[in-house]
């Protein structure tokens, strides 16, 4: 009889339309060996939906930089373009398009010495990473190339960087058999000094690398007095050391709200630039941009052909195959908002930050570790950590869903440690001033829980009342408490 597929059995899978009653919520998903059958396609969604609300909501992540949100129409383009493999440039020759547009617009951004006309000379990454492999790759290639046709050795290539680096450039080093050599920062002093910079610089130091916009702190590097210091070394050794700068976060700040400073194509010795699409240029996770000075800067050996329709696409990547989303994301951002539009933005982060900056420092525990020009983050650490520490302060953040990291300062200054707030475009000034009020909760909890004085109690009845009222608050902290009473 065929009833029972038209009427399933009371209790069957098959007449139950709800995921939650199925049996797919009683088994526990494989973990490390793919299961043996299949699984309807809603229970597997659900399953790992859930399972993904234990990650911490993007938004209140104020440990990263990169972009958690965007609007509607950009993420239908994206969604639009997800199955479009971006290295088919024969195939997506509009994407390919899209893709020259914003190197062009980024470098003439960053005054990049092209003419009207002119094609800039620079590639869409995964990110800054990908981007900085790549600077680095170039530069070495010239310096060896130099090196050889001078007949002197060119085994022993160094990067003179400040102790700050982001940890991609180790990466590079290290994969890349190039010596870093890192000046060391000081207490006060977060970000590197030019003058030590150039110090380090030798014959086989194939560039100095300036970071706008610390990690750390925010803090924008001086590149202008780096050129100069090294206009003059150069000068003196014939050496001709060049400039990078990692602006992978300062790169979409700077050229909006500090229009007059110069740190980019405008000083000689840059030849070339990161930036970080996924940070301020205001796309999700996914995008960088390395950028040439001019077509001198980029040695032909690394660069490689591919014909689309019947023209000639350089490309300078490490990986082949990815997505478009990302580079029609970023083209969508540039066109979106135009200059006014980031100018907005970056000026409403910046305004947020200074706000969290202030509130912290009506708290009075903190020092504050960034300053009021460069990437909008506030850098903060305890002016007494005897009693508690900044480590602390973050782990009980979190449990309030605040993702606020703490991490000890860079060689020279590593035993400051620092809890860091990323002002991001969607941190609201009410979002910002809840974060405020509960960093200040959470200190009034710390100082109940590790009083200064302990009080002091001169007859026994008064040192019991006193003990249990305290042990009322902070029951897990007795066993200490009860050891300083009995002293
Ligand atoms: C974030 C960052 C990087 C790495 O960039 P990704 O885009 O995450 O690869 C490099 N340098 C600095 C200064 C950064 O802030």
């Given at each position: 009889?065929?009833?029972?597929?038209?009427?399933?059995?009371?209790?069957?899978?098959?007449?139950?339309?709800?995921?939650?009653?199925?049996?797919?919520?009683?088994?526990?998903?494989?973990?490390?060996?793919?299961?043996?059958?299949?699984?309807?396609?809603?229970?597997?969604?659900?399953?790992?939906?859930?399972?993904?609300?234990?990650?911490?909501?993007?938004?209140?992540?104020?440990?990263?930089?990169?972009?958690?949100?965007?609007?509607?129409?950009?993420?239908?383009?994206?969604?639009?373009?997800?199955?479009?493999?971006?290295?088919?440039?024969?195939?997506?020759?509009?994407?390919?398009?899209?893709?020259?547009?914003?190197?062009?617009?980024?470098?003439?951004?960053?005054?990049?010495?092209?003419?009207?006309?002119?094609?800039?000379?620079?590639?869409?990454?995964?990110?800054?990473?990908?981007?900085?492999?790549?600077?680095?790759?170039?530069?070495?290639?010239?310096?060896?190339?130099?090196?050889?046709?001078?007949?002197?050795?060119?085994?022993?290539?160094?990067?003179?960087?400040?102790?700050n680096?982001?940890?991609?450039?180790?990466?590079?080093?290290?994969?890349?058999?190039?010596?870093?050599?890192?000046?060391?920062?000081?207490?006060?002093?977060y970000v590197?000094?030019?003058?030590?910079?150039?110090?380090?610089?030798?014959?086989?130091?194939?560039?100095?690398?300036?970071?706008?916009?610390s990690t750390y702190n925010g803090e924008?590097?001086?590149?202008?007095?780096?050129?100069?210091?090294?206009?003059?070394?150069?000068?003196?050794?014939?050496?001709?050391?060049?400039?990078?700068?990692?602006?992978?976060?300062?790169?979409?700040?700077?050229?909006?709200?500090?229009?007059?400073?110069?740190?980019?194509?405008?000083?000689?010795?840059?030849?070339?630039?990161?930036?970080?699409?996924?940070?301020?240029?205001?796309?999700?996770?996914?995008?960088?941009?390395?950028?040439?000075?001019?077509?001198?800067?980029?040695?032909?050996?690394?660069?490689?052909?591919?014909?689309?329709?019947?023209?000639?696409?350089?490309?300078?990547?490490?990986?082949?195959?990815?997505?478009?989303?990302?580079?029609?994301?970023?083209?969508?951002?540039?066109?979106?908002?135009?200059?006014?539009?980031?100018?907005?933005?970056?000026?409403?982060?910046?305004?947020?930050?200074?706000?969290?900056?202030?509130?912290?420092?009506?708290?009075?525990?903190?020092?504050?570790l960034s300053k009021?020009?460069g990437v909008?983050v506030v850098a903060?650490?305890?002016?007494?950590?005897?009693?508690?520490?900044?480590?602390?302060?973050?782990?009980?953040?979190?449990?309030?869903?605040?993702?606020?990291?703490?991490?000890?300062m860079?060689?020279?200054?590593?035993?400051?440690?620092a809890?860091r707030?990323?002002?991001?475009?969607?941190?609201?000034?009410?979002?910002?001033?809840?974060?405020?009020?509960?960093?200040?909760?959470?200190?009034?909890?710390?100082?109940?829980?590790?009083?200064?004085?302990?009080?002091?109690?001169?007859?026994?009845?008064?040192?019991?009342?006193?003990?249990?009222?305290?042990?009322?608050?902070?029951?897990?902290?007795?066993?200490?408490?009860?050891?300083?009473?009995?002293?």
């Open positions: 009889m065929h009833f029972t597929l038209a009427f399933p059995k009371p209790g069957s899978d098959l007449c139950l339309r709800s995921n939650f009653a199925s049996r797919y919520v009683r088994a526990s998903l494989p973990r490390f060996s793919m299961p043996e059958n299949s699984m309807p396609k809603k229970a597997a969604y659900q399953n790992i939906h859930d399972e993904l609300k234990l990650d911490a909501n993007p938004k209140m992540n104020l440990a990263s930089f990169v972009t958690t949100s965007m609007e509607e129409e950009c993420n239908k383009l994206m969604m639009e373009s997800i199955n479009k493999n971006y290295v088919d440039m024969d195939e997506y020759p509009a994407t390919t398009d899209l893709h020259n547009r914003c190197v062009n617009m980024i470098a003439r951004l960053f005054h990049a010495e092209i003419g009207e006309n002119e094609s800039a000379i620079g590639a869409g990454t995964v990110g800054s990473s990908e981007a900085i492999m790549l600077a680095g790759l170039a530069f070495k290639k010239r310096w060896q190339n130099k090196r050889k046709a001078e007949g002197k050795p060119y085994d022993k290539p160094n990067i003179v960087t400040g102790a680096v982001q940890v991609c450039w180790k990466k590079f080093a290290s994969y890349f058999d190039v010596e870093l050599r890192e000046v060391k920062l000081s207490e006060g002093n590197m000094d030019p003058a030590k910079a150039v110090e380090m610089v030798d014959e086989n130091t194939i560039c100095v690398a300036a970071i706008l916009g924008f590097e001086d590149v202008k007095l780096l050129n100069d210091l090294l206009l003059e070394k150069n000068k003196q050794t014939g050496w001709g050391t060049p400039i990078h700068v990692d602006a992978a976060s300062g790169g979409f700040i700077a050229p909006f709200i500090y229009p007059e400073l110069e740190w980019d194509f405008r000083l000689p010795l840059v030849k070339s630039i990161n930036v970080s699409g996924h940070k301020y240029g205001l796309v999700y996770a996914g995008i960088g941009w390395v950028i040439w000075r001019s077509k001198e800067d980029l040695p032909e050996e690394l660069v490689f052909h591919i014909n689309y329709l019947g023209a000639d696409q350089p490309t300078f990547t490490l990986n082949f195959s990815k997505g478009s989303s990302q580079i029609i994301a970023q083209y969508y951002q540039l066109i979106r908002l135009g200059k006014e539009g980031y100018k907005s933005i970056m000026e409403n982060c910046r305004e947020n930050a200074m706000v969290v900056k202030e509130r912290l420092e009506k708290i009075g525990c903190f020092n504050i009021d020009d909008p903060f650490s305890l002016k007494d950590r005897s009693r508690y520490d900044e480590f602390k302060i973050s782990k009980m953040l979190r449990r309030l869903g605040w993702v606020v990291p703490a991490y000890p860079p060689p020279g200054a590593q035993h400051i440690n809890l707030v990323v002002v991001r475009a969607d941190l609201s000034r009410t979002l910002a001033e809840c974060l405020v009020l509960d960093i200040e909760n959470v200190v009034h909890e710390l100082e109940k829980l590790h009083p200064k004085y302990p009080a002091k109690t001169t007859n026994i009845k008064e040192k019991k009342s006193a003990f249990d009222a305290r042990r009322k608050i902070i029951a897990p902290e007795s066993n200490k408490l009860q050891k300083i009473m009995a002293a």
